[in-house]
């Protein structure tokens, strides 16, 4: 089974070739050797990038948010008055 396992990973991973300066190249080095999470530099890097893109579209998603809260901002003030003025009553 484990053997199936890797053979479909293999089929699905597609070669592509990238450029790093020394000192990107030494970084990877350094947290492949360190954490012993990942069992190459490759897979070290696709985690970076898996990453990175979730913390991307979490900070898009946030600033849409903001852009809401912002153009509703009035209207969500004059809610939150009254909700106080409300409760304030009981």
């Given at each position: 089974m484990i053997?199936?396992?890797?053979?479909?990973?293999?089929?699905?991973m597609?070669?592509?070739?990238?450029?790093?300066?020394?000192?990107?190249?030494?970084?990877i080095?350094?947290?492949?050797?360190?954490?012993?999470?990942?069992s190459?530099?490759?897979?070290?890097?696709?985690?970076?990038?898996?990453?990175y893109?979730?913390?991307t579209?979490?900070?898009?998603?946030?600033?849409r948010?903001?852009?809401?809260?912002?153009?509703?901002?009035?209207?969500?003030d004059k809610?939150?008055?009254?909700?106080i003025?409300?409760q304030?009553?009981?």
């Amino acid at each position: 089974m484990i053997g199936g396992i890797l053979v479909n990973i293999l089929i699905n991973m597609r070669t592509i070739a990238i450029t790093v300066d020394d000192e990107t190249l030494a970084l990877i080095d350094e947290l492949y050797e360190r954490t012993n999470t990942f069992s190459s530099r490759s897979a070290l890097v696709r985690a970076a990038i898996r990453e990175y893109a979730r913390l991307t579209r979490k900070r898009a998603e946030e600033e849409r948010e903001r852009a809401i809260l912002h153009a509703n901002k009035d209207r969500l003030d004059k809610e939150l008055a009254a909700l106080i003025s409300e409760q304030a009553k009981s």
